[in-house]
């Protein structure tokens, strides 16, 4: 069974920056397009930035130019760089793959204070 193990979210004030890890079991970010998502009580999960295995990227509007996702074959581990956050940003972030094949992880909490 694939596990996914998100970690590095936190307080932060706004403007600052965090670096979310997500540890993937096995080897399927090498076939897979790997994501991240975030969710806020009482909303639906939103696709924040996907990675292809030939390392495109794509970001949701709000994210462009603050966010950056990578990743680490070699090391079965997807990043997402979170520069200038903001308060509508806070979340807990989940990655994945780009469709949600896998089971969810327990995420990562994302708090940005204003």
């Known amino acids: 069974q694939v596990q996914l193990v998100e970690s590095g979210g936190g307080l932060v004030q706004a403007g600052g920056s965090l670096r979310l890890s997500c540890a993937v079991s096995?080897?399927?970010?090498?076939?897979?397009?790997m994501a991240w998502y975030r969710q806020v009580p009482g909303k639906q999960r939103e696709l924040v930035a996907a990675?292809?295995?030939?390392?495109?990227?794509n970001y949701v509007d709000s994210v462009k130019g603050r966010f950056t996702i990578s990743r680490d074959n070699a090391k079965n581990t997807v990043y997402l760089q979170m520069n200038s956050l903001k308060p509508e940003d806070t979340a807990v972030y989940y990655c994945?793959?780009?469709?949600?094949?896998?089971?969810w992880g327990q995420g990562t909490q994302v708090t940005v204070s204003s």
């Open positions: 994945n793959s780009r469709i949600g094949l896998y089971s």
């Open positions: 990675i292809t295995t030939g390392g495109t990227t």
């Open positions: 096995g080897t399927i970010i090498r076939v897979n397009s």
